[in-house]
């Protein structure tokens, strides 16, 4: 980040469906903030699930799952490495599949399609990146990263994203608010 400051992200706009014509949400929270924020997706298909990606979309470990792998950049700088993996059955043969950009955003696709998130689990946790996140990330070996996990399921209580995300520690501060009732 150019700019030096930590960076405070909240999850709600990511959660959101765009209006028609509205831009996807990092962009716009970069600008609002004067900001540019942009991405650059890596690869996109279909792959199998891990242990961890089948234990947060809710299928069998090696079953299909669709996948895009992004670096997110703020200002022209990588700041966050972040994989979205999505059932098959749901992304399969969508611009989930395609790396390319997708008009308001993915959340947006998924509320087109029938899916819409209404609940979502996080969790946060910290470790020294491994070689490959230290140089996409452009850290220094003693800068340790936050991974972020997120799950969101739809009204019928199934998984319809899973997120894990890979962010320097010292460029972040996590903000939440949750209400209850």
Request: glycine share 10%.
């Amino acid at each position: 980040m150019s700019q030096g400051a930590s960076w405070v992200g909240s999850s709600l706009p990511y959660l959101t469906p765009r209006s028609n014509g509205q831009p996807e949400a990092w962009g716009a929270e970069a600008a609002a903030r004067g900001r540019r924020g942009g991405q650059r997706i890596v690869a996109a298909g279909e792959v199998p699930a891990d242990a961890e990606v089948a234990g947060l979309l809710g299928v069998r470990e090696g079953e299909p799952v669709v996948v895009r792998r992004r670096i997110i950049e703020l200002d022209e700088e990588p700041c966050e490495l972040t994989d979205t993996y999505y059932p098959a059955e749901i992304a399969r043969g969508t611009p989930l599949g395609r790396t390319g950009k997708i008009r308001g955003g993915a959340v947006t696709l998924l509320a087109s399609l029938g899916h819409v998130g209404v609940r979502v689990q996080e969790e946060v946790t910290a470790h020294m990146p491994d070689p490959e996140q230290r140089t996409a990330l452009r850290l220094a070996p003693d800068e340790p990263v936050l991974r972020l996990a997120r799950t969101t399921w739809d009204a019928d209580d199934r998984p319809i994203q899973a997120d894990i995300m890979i962010m320097p520690a010292h460029r972040q501060r996590l903000r939440y608010e949750l209400r209850i009732g």
